[in-house]
DNA sequence: ATTAAAAATACAACCGATTTCATAAAAAAG
DNA sequence: CTTTTTTATGAAATCGGTTGTATTTTTAAT
């Protein structure tokens, strides 16, 4: 165990004072450039460390931001990842990341954590059944930031970035039915989450648009919409009669899996049923046919996320959180041939 | 800005000294359980919370432990977090994650970074091209324990978690010669890599072991294999003569985009070409034909690597860390339908 | 050359919990 | 009812930067 270098010890080596040393090693203004040079080989001739728990403790920041995701298994909340680690990472900022696996109990355990650690900021996508939001209350209260992404909450006092989940499942099931379906199922996960929640009132508007009627059956609705959820659903679809000719399918993976059960029964996709999938995944372009899907930028989404929070850190002056309560970003409707019962257009 | 809540507040009020309050709650045995009790009840009252930044400072640990990625956008990835936040929450410690982007540079900066912000420990997937491993020095000498995993490091001083990806490559390319492949394409990623340049020797010793001889112009080594990468390979593939009969892919979306490109151009797989992926991603199980995959444990990848890095936090004294030098996990080959070219046996 | 203004550095308090060592209180032993 | 042992609490130093204020040094102005 070798003692540690401080800033003392720089100092009584240079025969200046701590306070200089600090200074010099934050490139303060007041700090001759000569003096400056000087310490800073000290420093490294010493092999000096930073000590950052001083520096916390004092500074009451920790240049950590806090994620808590839903899961980590996820294609599209890793690229949300990505882009929030790209801003921060250039921004001098920390990502502290855990999961609440779909958990109200883990996501407030988590909050709590994450307080505790005293993260400067929190980026969150709410796990489902999260309806109670007091677990914020400390960070309001002591004024740090909290946004909301993807799955975010639909209270006042919150910023949450998102896409407009309504208008693209909206546009996603009018494409069906310009397609010529007249039956279209809608596969979703719980509605207590916001994406899915919403994405069932565009698909609901968009029957109504067109003076379809909604048939609560025609929507299924499951905890946990993913790979293995495909047998089930495809059997569910099969007892119905008569027979739905569209799907829309709220992620790319299921869809995905759908179709191959689908096919297993032999239905013909899209002849006998037209398909749309969610998020753009990799897989919707790579199974045959390849699956119409609405594009969800997931990475731009933590990209604008990280940004503004980190605005917000840098310049906690500004009004900008407390008065942005949604951004909203693009997103649309790529068109393959799992859709289309009518030659394109 | 209301002021902090401190142990002294509660001392005060209490008309005890601080240390019994920290001693308390830090559920010290030498503490009345009496006194305990008024000291939890007056620190929710007074709606303390703990500083982190002074305790980590005082006891010299964060509770934080670093993973450095090559790259967040990654199923496998993903999953390696998602067993290692598992593990980490369970045991109380947070994770603090960066991605090294495959740039070496990145790595560097990002090692510096996580040393900087005094994690307890580091979990980390090598980024191509790291040959020169000194930026972990300052972790050595100061006892912080680092494991690597996946993308290991072939140094004596080091830990690694990984998979046998010689025996994994040699079993699936032997797969593929037993199904009567006799010049089959190997496509993998930069051999800077460790996990690819294993794998191209396992290519090589399954070669050896039938005596085929091995070519090196059946070896197509790419920067990134991925989605986009399968257009050019396939090109390539198709200019060689004679056409080749096999091909493994060391990554299981390039094998998917590979077999679409196969298939537009009218080579069927496994008729005229047997196909092999690797990781066994679920984008294996939807395309058609379902792709022959090595499965890869990453969850269980995570789980272990961060399970041995917190015993050897917590038992500082056992030297199982240091002496272990590589924990090999199973890993094996699920044969489907892209590379049978005779009946199952 | 003298004074005013600006620049550079230093002093000392502070951030808030932890921990060693000493001491007081309570319990056990004689 | 002492004396010894055990148990519970407290005083004070410590961890290592940061920062408001004071002081010294340097430069500019008169």
Redo the contacts with the bound molecule.
């Keep these: 165990m070798e003692?540690?270098?401080?800033?003392?010890d720089i100092?009584k080596g240079l025969?200046?004072?701590?306070?200089?040393?600090?200074?010099?090693?934050?490139n303060?203004?007041?700090?001759?450039?000569?003096?400056?040079k000087k310490i800073f080989d000290a420093a490294s001739e010493l092999g000096?460390?930073?000590?950052i728990?001083?520096?916390n403790?004092?500074?009451?920041r920790s240049n950590n931001i806090g994620v808590i995701v839903p899961s980590l298994k996820s294609n599209f909340q890793a690229s949300v990842l990505a882009g929030m680690e790209k801003v921060a990472s250039e921004a001098g900022f920390n990502l502290v990341i855990s999961q609440s696996l779909e958990s109200s109990e883990k996501e407030i355990a988590n909050t709590k954590s994450m307080f505790n650690s005293r993260v400067d900021g929190l980026l969150i996508s709410l796990a489902s059944g999260a309806e109670n939001l007091e677990h914020f209350a400390p960070f309001y209260k002591r004024g740090i930031p909290v946004i909301f992404y993807d799955r975010i909450a639909n209270t006042d006092i919150s910023t949450g970035v998102s896409i407009d989940n309504i208008q693209s499942a909206q546009i996603a099931t009018n494409h069906l039915i310009e397609q010529g379906c007249k039956r279209i199922v809608h596969v979703l996960g719980s509605t207590e989450v916001s994406v899915y929640s919403e994405r069932l009132k565009g698909y609901k508007y968009a029957l109504i648009d067109k003076n379809i009627p909604f048939e609560d059956n025609l929507v299924i609705i499951l905890s946990d919409i993913n790979e293995e959820a495909g047998e089930e659903i495809v059997s569910q679809i099969l007892k119905m009669n008569p027979l739905p000719d569209g799907l829309f399918v709220s992620n790319d993976a299921c869809a995905a899996s759908c179709l191959n059960h689908l096919k297993m029964n032999g239905i013909r996709v899209p002849q006998d049923m037209a398909l749309v999938g969610f998020n753009n995944e990799i897989i919707s372009r790579l199974v045959e046919p390849k699956i119409t899907t609405i594009n969800y930028p997931g990475y731009e989404m933590g990209e604008v996320a990280m940004k503004n929070l980190i605005n917000h850190l840098e310049e906690p002056d500004t009004t900008t959180l407390q008065n942005t309560n949604k951004i909203t970003l693009r997103s649309e409707l790529i068109i393959r041939e799992s859709s289309l019962k009518k030659p394109k257009t």
Tied chains: 1, 2.
């Design positions: 003692k540690e270098i401080t800033i003392y100092a025969g200046v004072s701590p306070t200089t040393v600090s200074r010099a090693l934050n303060h203004p007041a700090v001759k450039e000569k003096t400056k000096y460390q930073s000590n728990f001083a520096a403790l004092r500074s009451k």
